[in-house]
């Protein structure tokens, strides 16, 4: 896992794939909270993604070790809850 100090607010987060999965808000403890734009149907609130994700951090990147599509699939809430586990 990369550093998560070096993570600033508005740096791009990219999958493995090069492809863009969102933009960062904060770190908070050991995960990314994302801006609420880039939570898809669930842009009322912020979703997370676990520190252990981030292989790297280039200049305004942050660059995930899982493509950006199964990254999606682990998003988190912010109690901790899996988007995928949820039934709503």
């Known amino acids: 896992m ?5 993570i600033k607010p508005h740096m791009d987060i990219i999958g493995a ?3 863009h999965l969102g933009t960062v808000d904060r ?5 990314i909270k994302m801006t609420r734009v ?3 149907s669930h842009a009322d609130h912020h979703h997370y ?3 252990g994700l981030v292989a790297a951090v280039e200049e305004n990147t942050v660059r995930l070790s899982a ?4 990254a999606a699939l682990l ?3 912010e ?4 988007l995928a586990d949820r039934k709503d």
């Open 67 to 70: 493509a950006a599509a199964s």
């Open 17 to 19: 794939d090069g492809a």
């Open 27 to 31: 770190v908070e403890g050991d995960r």
């Open 2 to 6: 990369a550093d998560l100090a070096v």
């Open 75 to 77: 998003e988190e809430e």
């Open 49 to 51: 993604l676990s520190g």
């Open 79 to 82: 109690s901790g809850e899996a």
């Open 38 to 40: 880039d939570s898809g």
